[in-house]
T-cell receptor, first 113, second 115 residues
């Protein structure tokens, strides 16, 4: 069985400070893991993906995530937040073939000036 | 632009009515997914089609149905609409032929308002 838990429903940071959005997953096989971002009234956009290659994955807009199998985590980070990063972020786990894709509940990121 | 198109962008209708939402996947993508996003329920997976066949079902109500046509576009039919069906409905597509790459590309969504 698969599941994904985003540990924070809301995260607030100041512009220029680091961002950490936490995601834990469970899967009975090697999963594919993704982070998506959704800006208000927009569709979801893929930020980055892990598919069993390098454990540190770099995405768009300066985001990266590290796959830690021992901790079953896939946390999303960014060294310096920008106002345009304010959005909702979804952690997603999927099996090969995409027949079982589970979305986390989402974390809303607020960025203060 | 993800390459996934959805029509219409907005839909306003009354309770008890029936509507059809349309989705065209990215060129070459065989899988289509439908999601419902509302304030109280979050993002809910409804159903997935692969090359015309239903492959996975999520929290889809019996009043809702979907299909994928030979040209791979998909339609989501919502009937006997209730106020609680007001939501953003997203379509996504993916290319399952590349092993391990199950990323989904999302359309801009259809905002349904039931009055």
């Amino acid at each position: 069985a698969q599941s994904v838990t985003q540990l924070d429903s809301h995260v607030s940071v100041s512009e220029g400070t680091p961002v950490l959005l936490r995601c834990n997953y469970s899967s009975s096989y090697s999963p594919s893991l993704f982070w998506y971002v959704q800006h208000p009234n927009k569709g979801l956009q893929l930020l980055l993906k892990y598919t069993s290659a390098a454990t540190l994955v770099k995405g768009i807009n300066g985001f990266e995530a590290e796959f830690k199998k021992s901790e079953t985590s896939f946390h999303l980070t960014k060294p310096s937040a920008h106002m345009s990063d304010a959005a909702e972020y979804f952690c997603v786990v999927s099996n090969t073939g995409g027949f079982k894709t589970i979305f986390g509940a989402g974390t809303r990121l607020f960025v203060k000036a | 632009d993800s390459g996934v198109t959805q029509t219409p962008k907005h839909l306003i209708t009354a309770t008890g009515q029936r509507v059809t939402l349309r989705c065209s996947p990215r060129s070459g993508d065989l899988s289509v997914y439908w999601y419902q996003q509302s304030l109280d329920q979050g993002l809910q997976f409804l159903i997935q089609y692969y090359n015309g066949e239903e492959r996975a079902k999520g929290n889809i109500l019996e009043r809702f149905s979907a299909q994928q046509f030979p040209d791979l576009h998909s339609e989501l039919n919502l009937s006997s609409l209730e106020l609680g069906d007001s939501a953003l409905y997203f379509c996504a597509s993916s290319d399952r032929s590349r092993r391990g790459y199950n990323e989904q590309f999302f359309g801009p969504g259809t905002r349904l308002t039931v009055l």
